[in-house]
């Protein structure tokens, strides 16, 4: 093995929040250039070996599905290989079959995120989550696992239930009970060329959500988890909203009886939850986690793909000022937790985008003191293609620029620290912002405005809402996208199509 890949694997357990400053005083993040040489000790084995598909599990147990992180689709855990080995939530055969791939050098197609991202010549989450399972001799320990065996996850997510009081807009029914109700009530949204949201997809792919106690795949998992928990660094609920599942909360249970100095403990929630006590006793449970020491450290990933009513309308059932007020008690609450904010970058998030980056500026600013309590992502969003950022004209791609000048002004320094912007994170901005400007094909351009067009036709006559009035920096868009959708067809044939 080569001193490169020695140096990385020995290296200490580098956070995030580590920075060397250079001869001017500005600050260059040790997670950076971390990244990157983990990025060339990945590439001493093969250009398409990934960590994660040995050590990072995504387990979504209402529909009996898993995925090594979310850029991969998700794939079905055949009851067979469950029944023989609980590890099979995370060790299917499907998946050591993309670990061949990618010892041979061969690039898994389910992986495609990172290959376009990398083909542009920017670095792609590869390394990012490898790094995230980093530790000395993460390596060679995969390489020792080989294709065939059974590694324990480091990095382990979870979905209970799809219980969920939002249904975002570029959501589904199998992961969320209001969607599922929604579809209950009104139908699937008609589009060009089929139907969206169509629960009947759910029971053809077996994706109907099982949400009882009786569920095999909860079963499994409760049977696995004593065995993987000793072994992860991070552990990270989602849903639906994890805070309306009484799993969550039994893990924070098992968390105060076993308590693991190493462990990374995170949700991710819409912060916005039906009722407020269930808040309430997150915070309640949280607080008597830290103040135990129970874990390292709490990370609370707060969706929120815009700011004000702008994030409302992207995500409906959110009330912003409820959101907003619970992110400030969590974060004046307790010493040993952080925010993340997740927005999942679509096409309605630009608007909004240079103040939602203004406010995370604000935020540090007002309540970073000793360490960085506040940090934010950005993962594009893929699917469905009319949300699509690649859908954007220039001009509309503006507040990505915006801000990474913005961000550039306002860059982590010995005189701000904690406060600016740290250069992986406008990195991030700026591979979103290049990836964005590679259009679809024509052909896939169009159908993507029409139904553009029409699905927020359709969402507005449903949820009493109003796009153009929520989002008048898009008018000359939507009417494009409405002239598409209508041309050869008169108002009234298209509403009795919806």
């Not at 083909?119 to 989450?125: A, P, R, V, Y």
């Not at 590869?126 to 399972?133: A, C, G, K, L």
């Not at 940090?375 to 801000?403: G, I, V």
Request: overall charge negative; proline content about 6%.
């Amino acid at each position: 093995m080569s001193d490169r890949i020695d140096a990385i694997e020995l290296s200490e357990d580098i956070r995030g929040d580590e920075v060397k400053a250079d001869l001017q005083g500005a600050y260059k993040s040790v997670y950076f250039d971390s990244t990157k040489d983990m990025g060339e000790a990945l590439d001493k084995v093969s250009p398409s070996f990934c960590l994660a598909k040995w050590f990072n599990v995504s387990i979504h147990i209402p529909t009996g599905r898993t995925h090594s992180c979310y850029h991969p689709p998700v794939h079905r855990i055949p009851m067979e290989e469950l029944e023989a080995d609980p590890s099979a939530l995370h060790n299917t055969k499907h998946k050591k079959k993309q670990r061949e791939m990618m010892l041979k050098g061969e690039r898994p197609k389910e992986c495609s995120f990172c290959w376009d991202i990398e083909d542009t010549g920017n670095i792609s989450d590869r390394p990012y989550r490898s790094f995230d399972v980093n530790e000395p001799g993460i390596i060679a320990e995969a390489l020792k696992y080989g294709s065939d065996g059974n590694p324990l996850p480091k990095y382990m997510e979870v979905n209970f239930n799809q219980a969920c009081n939002f249904k975002c807009t570029y959501c589904s029914p199998h992961l969320s009970t209001e969607w599922h109700k929604e579809i209950r009530k009104h139908g699937p949204y008609k589009m060009e060329h089929g139907n969206h949201n169509d629960t009947s997809w759910m029971e053809k792919d077996g994706m109907l959500p099982n949400n009882r106690p009786d569920n095999p795949y909860l079963k499994a998992f409760w049977e696995y988890f004593p065995e993987a928990y000793p072994n992860l660094q991070t552990f990270r609920m989602t849903g639906g909203e994890p805070l309306m599942d009484k799993n969550t909360f039994k893990i924070f249970d098992y968390v105060k009886k076993n308590p693991s100095k190493k462990l990374h403990l995170s949700i991710t929630s819409n912060c916005n939850p039906p009722k407020q006590e269930l808040w309430d006793n997150f915070i309640s449970d949280l607080k008597e986690i830290t103040d135990a020491r129970a874990i390292d450290h709490f990370m609370l990933f707060c969706s929120l793909d815009s700011w004000g009513k702008q994030a409302e309308y992207i995500r409906p059932g959110m009330d912003f000022d409820v959101l907003h007020k619970n992110i400030r008690t969590f974060l004046t609450d307790s010493e040993c937790h952080s925010l993340t904010f997740i927005a999942t970058m679509n096409i309605l998030s630009l608007p909004g985008w240079m103040k939602y980056i203004t406010n995370i500026y604000n935020l540090r600013n007002e309540i970073n003191t000793d360490r960085q309590l506040i940090w934010f992502d950005t993962p594009m969003l893929h699917d469905p293609r009319w949300m699509s950022l690649k859908l954007a004209t220039p001009e509309m791609l503006q507040p990505l620029l915006d801000s990474i000048m913005f961000m550039e002004e306002n860059k982590e320094t010995q005189s701000n620290r904690f406060k600016g912007f740290k250069d992986y994170e406008i990195d991030k901005v700026r591979r979103l912002y290049e990836w964005a400007r590679e259009p679809m094909d024509e052909r896939n351009t169009l159908l993507a405005k029409k139904n553009f067009a029409l699905y927020f036709k359709q969402k507005d006559e449903r949820q009493g809402t109003n796009i153009k009035e929520t989002f008048p920096e898009f008018e000359t868009f939507i009417e494009e996208c409405e002239r598409l959708a209508w041309q050869n067809r008169d108002y009234t044939t298209i509403n009795s199509i919806l």
